[in-house]
Nanobody, 120 residues
Framework: QVKLVESGGGLVQPGGSLRLSCAGS??????????IGWYRQAPGKQRELVAA???????NYADFVKGRFTFYRDIVKNTVYLQMNSLISEDTAVYYC????????????WGQGTQVTVSS
């Protein structure tokens, strides 16, 4: 059974930092064919892309996190991370990890989400 296990969320003050983790269980992250991304969903808003690593190795960031968030991977640990710095209240959301492959056989896995709350 495939599971994406997220961790690292919590309550942090504005300007603070958090590091989110997404570990693959029952799936080996194949960075040559998978797109692996972090998404977030704030209350009353649609889920939106935060950052993603493409099969070509390119890391794309949403404009609202550029320069503040860093998406990186640990191939040995089969884990990806989202380092979040200079957090602001607008970053408050549930953050989800996603693994996707559009070529057959297609896959689209989501983690359970981890809550990030930025508040003083």
């Amino acid at each position: 059974q495939v599971k994406l296990v997220e961790s690292g969320g919590g309550l942090v003050q504005p300007g603070g930092s958090l590091r989110l983790s997404c570990a693959g269980s029952g799936i080996l992250f194949d960075f040559s064919t998978y797109t692996i991304g972090w998404y977030r969903q704030a209350p009353g808003k649609q889920r939106e892309l935060v950052a993603a690593i493409t099969p070509g190795g390119l890391t794309n960031y949403a404009d609202f996190v550029k320069g503040r968030f860093t998406f990186y991977r640990d191939i040995v640990k089969n884990t990806v991370y989202l380092q979040m710095n200079s957090l602001i209240s607008e970053d408050t959301a549930v953050y989800y990890c996603n693994v996707r492959r559009r070529a057959p056989p297609e896959i689209d896995y989501w983690g359970q989400g981890t809550q990030v709350t930025v508040s003083s």
